[in-house]
Protein backbone atom coordinates (compact mmCIF):
# COMPACT_ATOMS: atom_id res chain seq x y z
CA UNK A 1 0.00 0.00 0.00
CA UNK A 2 2.60 2.39 0.96
CA UNK A 3 4.37 1.55 -2.13
CA UNK A 4 1.10 2.47 -4.43
CA UNK A 5 0.50 5.63 -2.05
CA UNK A 6 3.96 6.33 -3.16
CA UNK A 7 4.53 5.70 -6.68
CA UNK A 8 0.88 8.03 -7.02
CA UNK A 9 2.13 10.80 -5.47
CA UNK A 10 5.40 11.43 -7.53
CA UNK A 11 3.36 10.94 -10.64
CA UNK A 12 1.15 13.61 -9.71
CA UNK A 13 4.19 15.94 -8.75
CA UNK A 14 6.85 14.64 -11.09
CA UNK A 15 5.80 16.21 -14.57
CA UNK A 16 7.31 18.66 -17.22
CA UNK A 17 5.83 21.20 -16.15
CA UNK A 18 7.22 21.09 -12.45
CA UNK A 19 10.80 20.06 -13.78
CA UNK A 20 10.31 23.42 -15.58
CA UNK A 21 9.82 25.24 -13.21
CA UNK A 22 12.36 24.35 -10.55
CA UNK A 23 14.31 24.02 -12.98
CA UNK A 24 13.95 28.16 -14.29
CA UNK A 25 14.00 28.86 -10.81
CA UNK A 26 17.47 27.18 -9.93
CA UNK A 27 18.94 29.50 -12.70
CA UNK A 28 17.49 32.38 -12.17
CA UNK A 29 18.71 35.48 -10.20
CA UNK A 30 16.39 35.37 -7.66
CA UNK A 31 17.63 31.93 -6.19
CA UNK A 32 20.86 33.62 -5.25
CA UNK A 33 18.50 34.60 -2.17
CA UNK A 34 17.97 31.22 -1.16
CA UNK A 35 21.86 30.00 -1.02
CA UNK A 36 22.74 31.12 2.66
CA UNK A 37 19.52 29.23 3.82
CA UNK A 38 20.22 26.65 1.74
CA UNK A 39 23.80 26.00 2.91
CA UNK A 40 22.54 26.33 6.56
CA UNK A 41 19.98 23.43 5.97
CA UNK A 42 22.48 21.07 4.60
CA UNK A 43 25.57 22.36 6.53
CA UNK A 44 27.93 22.67 3.49
CA UNK A 45 31.61 23.55 4.31
CA UNK A 46 32.25 26.83 2.75
CA UNK A 47 36.31 26.17 2.69
CA UNK A 48 35.46 23.94 0.19
CA UNK A 49 34.42 26.48 -2.00
CA UNK A 50 36.87 27.97 -5.30
CA UNK A 51 35.13 31.78 -4.43
CA UNK A 52 33.13 33.29 -2.17
CA UNK A 53 29.41 32.96 -1.49
CA UNK A 54 28.05 36.00 -3.00
CA UNK A 55 29.90 35.16 -6.50
CA UNK A 56 27.45 32.41 -7.16
CA UNK A 57 24.51 34.20 -9.44
CA UNK A 58 22.26 31.68 -9.16
CA UNK A 59 21.55 28.48 -6.89
CA UNK A 60 22.23 26.17 -9.73
CA UNK A 61 25.64 27.61 -9.97
CA UNK A 62 25.74 27.06 -6.66
CA UNK A 63 25.12 23.15 -7.17
CA UNK A 64 27.16 22.11 -9.31
CA UNK A 65 29.85 24.46 -7.81
CA UNK A 66 33.74 22.90 -8.15
CA UNK A 67 36.35 22.36 -5.24
CA UNK A 68 38.73 24.32 -4.49
CA UNK A 69 42.36 23.02 -5.72
CA UNK A 70 43.30 19.74 -3.58
CA UNK A 71 40.31 19.64 -1.64
CA UNK A 72 40.37 15.97 -2.65
CA UNK A 73 43.57 13.22 -2.07
CA UNK A 74 43.39 10.88 -5.23
CA UNK A 75 43.97 7.06 -4.25
CA UNK A 76 47.46 6.90 -5.94
CA UNK A 77 47.64 2.63 -5.83
CA UNK A 78 47.85 1.64 -9.94
CA UNK A 79 45.40 -1.01 -8.81
CA UNK A 80 42.89 1.37 -7.26
CA UNK A 81 39.37 2.41 -8.32
CA UNK A 82 38.28 5.40 -6.36
CA UNK A 83 34.87 7.07 -6.01
CA UNK A 84 34.28 9.36 -8.68
CA UNK A 85 31.76 11.45 -6.06
CA UNK A 86 31.24 12.36 -2.78
CA UNK A 87 28.48 10.31 -2.03
CA UNK A 88 27.13 7.43 0.68
CA UNK A 89 27.86 3.70 -0.09
CA UNK A 90 23.94 2.66 -0.87
CA UNK A 91 25.17 -0.50 -1.30
CA UNK A 92 27.35 -3.32 -3.30
CA UNK A 93 27.90 -6.85 -4.10
CA UNK A 94 27.80 -9.76 -6.93
CA UNK A 95 25.30 -9.47 -9.98
CA UNK A 96 23.83 -13.10 -10.45
CA UNK A 97 24.82 -15.52 -13.02
CA UNK A 98 21.57 -14.34 -14.58
CA UNK A 99 22.14 -10.36 -14.29
CA UNK A 100 20.36 -9.54 -11.31
CA UNK A 101 21.47 -7.50 -8.45
CA UNK A 102 19.26 -6.21 -5.40
CA UNK A 103 19.21 -2.60 -3.92
CA UNK A 104 16.66 -1.75 -0.49
CA UNK A 105 15.51 -5.70 -1.43
CA UNK A 106 14.63 -5.05 -4.44
CA UNK A 107 15.82 -6.94 -7.96
CA UNK A 108 17.13 -5.19 -10.73
CA UNK A 109 18.38 -6.40 -13.90
CA UNK A 110 21.53 -5.81 -16.22
CA UNK A 111 19.33 -5.95 -19.35
CA UNK A 112 16.60 -3.34 -18.09
CA UNK A 113 20.09 -1.15 -16.60
CA UNK A 114 21.84 -1.60 -20.03
CA UNK A 115 19.14 -1.43 -22.01
CA UNK A 116 20.72 -4.14 -24.15
CA UNK A 117 20.54 -8.41 -23.27
CA UNK A 118 23.84 -8.46 -25.30
CA UNK A 119 25.68 -5.68 -23.22
CA UNK A 120 24.23 -7.19 -19.96
CA UNK A 121 25.53 -10.73 -20.52
CA UNK A 122 28.70 -9.53 -20.47
CA UNK A 123 28.24 -8.47 -16.78
CA UNK A 124 26.69 -11.16 -15.64
CA UNK A 125 28.33 -12.94 -12.10
CA UNK A 126 30.15 -9.32 -11.97
CA UNK A 127 29.87 -7.21 -9.34
CA UNK A 128 28.04 -3.55 -8.33
CA UNK A 129 28.08 -0.44 -6.84
CA UNK A 130 25.53 2.23 -6.06
CA UNK A 131 26.69 5.59 -4.80
CA UNK A 132 24.05 8.35 -3.91
CA UNK A 133 24.46 12.01 -3.52
CA UNK A 134 22.26 14.26 -1.52
CA UNK A 135 21.63 17.61 -2.35
CA UNK A 136 23.96 18.52 -0.28
CA UNK A 137 26.83 17.01 -1.99
CA UNK A 138 29.52 18.20 -4.21
CA UNK A 139 27.87 17.84 -7.69
CA UNK A 140 30.94 17.06 -9.76
CA UNK A 141 31.38 13.57 -11.34
CA UNK A 142 35.08 12.08 -11.92
CA UNK A 143 36.51 8.89 -13.27
CA UNK A 144 36.95 6.03 -11.33
CA UNK A 145 40.19 4.95 -12.80
CA UNK A 146 42.67 5.45 -15.95
CA UNK A 147 40.21 3.71 -19.11
CA UNK A 148 39.60 4.24 -22.56
CA UNK A 149 35.96 4.68 -24.08
CA UNK A 150 34.71 1.96 -25.24
CA UNK A 151 30.67 2.80 -25.39
CA UNK A 152 28.60 5.76 -24.11
CA UNK A 153 24.78 6.69 -24.66
CA UNK A 154 21.57 7.67 -22.82
CA UNK A 155 18.89 5.63 -21.75
CA UNK A 156 15.53 6.69 -20.03
CA UNK A 157 13.56 10.09 -20.22
CA UNK A 158 11.83 11.16 -16.74
CA UNK A 159 13.70 10.99 -13.34
CA UNK A 160 12.09 9.30 -9.83
CA UNK A 161 13.72 9.78 -6.39
CA UNK A 162 16.79 8.30 -5.60
CA UNK A 163 17.22 8.89 -2.47
CA UNK A 164 16.34 5.79 0.58
CA UNK A 165 12.36 6.67 -0.09
CA UNK A 166 12.73 6.43 -3.93
CA UNK A 167 14.94 3.00 -3.49
CA UNK A 168 12.43 1.17 -1.25
CA UNK A 169 9.10 2.41 -2.30
CA UNK A 170 9.79 3.47 -6.45
CA UNK A 171 8.97 1.42 -9.57
CA UNK A 172 12.08 0.95 -11.10
CA UNK A 173 14.15 4.14 -10.01
CA UNK A 174 17.64 3.23 -10.85
CA UNK A 175 17.05 1.24 -14.07
CA UNK A 176 14.41 3.49 -15.32
CA UNK A 177 15.22 6.46 -14.47
CA UNK A 178 17.32 8.99 -17.11
CA UNK A 179 20.92 7.99 -17.13
CA UNK A 180 24.22 8.39 -19.23
CA UNK A 181 26.34 5.31 -19.39
CA UNK A 182 29.83 5.22 -19.95
CA UNK A 183 32.07 1.75 -20.74
CA UNK A 184 35.39 2.38 -19.66
CA UNK A 185 38.53 -0.34 -20.45
CA UNK A 186 40.41 -0.42 -17.55
CA UNK A 187 44.28 -1.31 -17.36
CA UNK A 188 43.65 -4.77 -16.54
CA UNK A 189 41.98 -5.32 -19.62
CA UNK A 190 38.56 -5.82 -17.96
CA UNK A 191 35.58 -3.44 -18.39
CA UNK A 192 33.65 -1.59 -16.04
CA UNK A 193 29.73 1.30 -16.52
CA UNK A 194 29.95 4.23 -15.20
CA UNK A 195 26.40 5.15 -14.94
CA UNK A 196 24.98 8.70 -13.85
CA UNK A 197 21.64 8.71 -12.67
CA UNK A 198 19.45 11.51 -13.13
CA UNK A 199 16.76 12.45 -10.10
CA UNK A 200 13.53 13.45 -9.72
CA UNK A 201 12.49 17.26 -10.99
CA UNK A 202 15.99 18.49 -12.43
CA UNK A 203 17.07 15.71 -14.93
CA UNK A 204 19.94 17.25 -15.72
CA UNK A 205 23.62 15.45 -16.43
CA UNK A 206 25.89 17.61 -18.03
CA UNK A 207 29.43 16.03 -19.29
CA UNK A 208 32.34 18.03 -19.28
CA UNK A 209 34.89 15.37 -21.19
CA UNK A 210 34.49 13.95 -24.57
CA UNK A 211 37.47 12.57 -24.92
CA UNK A 212 38.04 9.08 -25.64
CA UNK A 213 40.31 8.20 -22.33
CA UNK A 214 39.96 9.45 -18.84
CA UNK A 215 42.29 9.63 -16.50
CA UNK A 216 41.61 8.93 -12.83
CA UNK A 217 40.50 11.75 -10.34
CA UNK A 218 39.88 14.10 -13.46
CA UNK A 219 36.45 15.57 -14.08
CA UNK A 220 33.77 14.03 -16.20
CA UNK A 221 30.47 16.02 -15.73
CA UNK A 222 28.24 17.15 -13.45
CA UNK A 223 24.48 16.87 -11.68
CA UNK A 224 22.38 19.68 -11.43
CA UNK A 225 20.46 18.17 -8.42
CA UNK A 226 21.64 15.06 -5.91
CA UNK A 227 21.34 11.70 -7.62
CA UNK A 228 23.40 8.79 -8.16
CA UNK A 229 26.57 7.25 -9.86
CA UNK A 230 26.25 2.85 -10.61
CA UNK A 231 29.50 1.39 -11.42
CA UNK A 232 29.17 -2.47 -12.81
CA UNK A 233 32.15 -4.61 -13.10
CA UNK A 234 32.90 -7.51 -15.38
CA UNK A 235 33.09 -10.42 -13.50
CA UNK A 236 36.83 -11.33 -11.69
CA UNK A 237 37.94 -8.05 -12.16
CA UNK A 238 37.81 -6.16 -9.18
CA UNK A 239 37.55 -7.09 -5.75
CA UNK A 240 35.92 -4.42 -3.11
CA UNK A 241 37.71 -2.29 -0.17
CA UNK A 242 37.36 -3.72 2.52
CA UNK A 243 37.22 -0.42 4.24
CA UNK A 244 33.48 0.38 2.43
CA UNK A 245 29.84 -0.40 3.96
CA UNK A 246 26.70 0.36 3.35
CA UNK A 247 25.66 3.69 4.38
CA UNK A 248 29.29 4.91 4.87
CA UNK A 249 29.89 8.26 3.53
CA UNK A 250 33.25 8.56 1.38
CA UNK A 251 34.72 10.99 -0.80
CA UNK A 252 35.91 11.41 -4.28
CA UNK A 253 39.01 9.85 -4.64
CA UNK A 254 39.00 7.37 -2.12
CA UNK A 255 39.19 3.77 -2.60
CA UNK A 256 36.54 1.67 -3.30
CA UNK A 257 37.82 -1.18 -5.08
CA UNK A 258 41.27 -3.10 -6.36
CA UNK A 259 41.26 -4.33 -10.35
CA UNK A 260 42.60 -8.46 -9.84
Not at 1 to 18: D, F
Not at 150 to 174: D, F, H, M
Not at 202 to 215: A, D, G, Q
Request: proline share 5%.
Amino acid sequence: MKEKIYQSMIELTNGRWSSSLIKGFAQSNLSKKIIPAYMKHFNIDPSEMPCHLHEFSTLHDFFVRPLKQNSRNIDPAVNGIISPVDATIETFGDITYDGIFHVKGKPYTLYDMLGSDKIGKEYEKGKFIILYLSPAEYHRIHSPIDGKVTRQYVLGKKSYPVNKWGLAYGKETISGNYRLLTELLMPNEKRCFHIKVGAMFVNSIELTNRELEWKKGEEVGYFSFGSTVVLLFEEDSIEFSREITPGKFIRMGERVANML
